[in-house]
């Protein structure tokens, strides 16, 4: 069910039914965001696609687009698994801080454990940009800090038509 291609020694990138995913369905929602997702624990890429459809399912946002996932070596804790990152761009209709409490509750439901900075991880959901806004607060950075360093969301977003 997936394709694979190697990248180099170190990435590989995945297609797959819902990755990379395209609509052309007008949103309702007003606010446009783009999720960085990831996780090296168990099936990730079976977890991404259970991801989607919950997302799918849920009338509070709309998927407009994701792309491929990338399988990538850890950074910062580097004794773990590789991980496997991907982005979503979604709708909603929620402001930034209701919208990252609904990120964090979806983590918890897929059993996102916090032990650790970069620890191993089922789900990681990070809010890259959030319409235009900048955002600083002690809970929320918008746009994500480092996300412009980062092969693992680079390398997604470089698919991104949105």
């Known amino acids: 069910m997936y394709t694979k291609r190697i990248l180099n020694e170190k990435l590989s990138v995945f297609h797959s039914l819902h990755f990379p995913y395209l609509t052309s369905k007008v949103s309702s929602h007003r606010h446009k965001t783009v999720i960085g997702i ?74 996102r454990v916090r032990s650790f900075a970069n620890a191993p991880r089922t789900l990681d959901l990070d809010i890259i940009f959030f319409d235009n806004r900048v955002i600083n607060t002690e809970k929320l950075t918008i746009p994500h800090p480092a996300w412009h360093q980062r092969e693992s969301v680079l390398i997604p977003l470089w698919g991104i038509q949105s």
């Open 38 to 111: 990831g996780g090296n624990i168990g099936d990730v890429k079976r977890r991404f696609e259970h991801l989607f459809f919950r997302l799918q399912k849920d009338k509070r946002v709309d998927i407009i687009e994701s792309s491929l996932i990338l399988k990538n070596p850890p950074f910062g804790y580097e004794e773990q698994d590789d991980f496997f990152n991907s982005i979503i761009v979604l709708k909603t209709s929620m402001q930034a801080k209701p919208f990252l409490a609904y990120l964090m509750r979806l983590e918890k439901k897929f059993a």
